[in-house]
């Protein structure tokens, strides 16, 4: 086993190991009773106060208030006590607008008479309550946000500059 700052050697090669700085125990261990347990930096403690004199909750953030409300995330108490709790920001929704995919399909190629191609429409949007880019219904861009097909016409019978006969 390698521990921080060994140097040990394999197949001739020496090797210098450093191990990055302990992690830091934040005290929230002496802030709370020995029945309740919390995280302190490390790995979860039990508390060892006994004074009868707890930690009480009396903040948590962030708030629920500036996230989402289809958004569950982890609060953190002035206790250093973690809990799930879900946004309140109701979440609506902007069109900003709607994009086609480019045509690929080139009429004017004589191999590509009478072929088609599907031209898909996109619409984005902006969540209201951060901001996030989102896609939308087409139905919320409106009625020309659509997906549609590009067609080439159909070639003639006749060669370009060719003859034909035609009946008077």
């Known amino acids: 086993m390698v521990s921080c700052m060994d140097e040990w050697a394999?197949?001739?090669?020496?090797?210098?190991?450093?191990?990055?700085?302990p992690a830091v125990d934040n005290g929230?261990?002496?802030s709370i009773c020995?029945?309740?347990?919390?995280?302190?930096?490390?790995t979860i403690v039990n508390g060892t106060n006994t004074t009868g004199v707890c930690c009480i909750d009396s903040s948590w953030t962030p708030l629920p208030s500036t996230k989402c409300?289809?958004?569950?995330?982890?609060?953190?108490?002035d206790c250093m006590r973690t809990r799930t709790e879900t946004g309140t920001i109701p979440v609506t929704y902007t069109p900003a607008g709607c994009s086609f995919s480019s045509s690929t399909l080139d009429c004017?190629?004589?191999?590509?008479?009478?072929?088609s191609e599907s031209i898909i429409?996109?619409?984005?949007?902006?969540?209201?309550?951060n901001n996030e880019s989102v896609v939308l219904s087409q139905a919320d861009c409106g009625p020309s946000c659509t997906n549609s097909t590009n067609?080439?016409?159909?070639?003639?019978v006749y060669a370009p500059g060719s003859w034909r006969e035609v009946a008077p």
Do not use: R, W
């Open 151 to 156: 067609t080439c016409p159909p070639c003639s």
């Open 34 to 42: 020995t029945d309740e347990t919390c995280d302190n930096g490390i």
């Open 69 to 77: 409300a289809d958004l569950t995330f982890t609060q953190t108490s």
């Open 28 to 30: 929230c261990a002496a």
């Open 108 to 115: 004017l190629e004589v191999s590509n008479c009478g072929k």
């Open 10 to 21: 394999y197949n001739g090669i020496t090797q210098h190991v450093s191990c990055p700085g």
């Open 121 to 129: 429409a996109t619409c984005t949007g902006l969540k209201d309550c």
